[in-house]
């Protein structure tokens, strides 16, 4: 095989991102704290999966619970206004 034929890929080496409340034991996940909150969820509204957060897998059920509890209580939007 010719070498222009063969594609070569540089492989990056991606950090493991570690869950903030697995390693910081004294924060606390509340409907009530939007402060925290508002880390895990866009500009749109949409919360960010865990994939891109790094939460594990308990947490990130809990964060999701939390955000739905506060935006019934408005305490965080539903959506932003877009004009």
């Not at 070498?3 to 540089?10: E, G």
């Not at 991606?14 to 697995?22: D, G, L």
């Not at 990130?60 to 509890?69: D, G, L, S, Y």
């Not at 506060?70 to 939007?77: E, F, K």
């Amino acid at each position: 095989m010719a070498r222009s034929t063969q594609r070569y890929r540089k492989r990056t080496f991606q950090r493991r991102k570690i869950c903030r409340f697995c390693a910081d034991k004294n924060i606390i996940i509340d409907y009530k704290n939007a402060k925290v909150l508002r880390y895990f969820f866009t500009e749109r509204g949409k919360i960010i999966p865990r994939r891109i957060s790094g939460n594990c897998a308990r947490h990130q059920r809990e964060i999701t619970t939390a955000i739905k509890r506060a935006r019934n209580i408005a305490i965080l939007p539903f959506t932003t206004v877009s004009r």
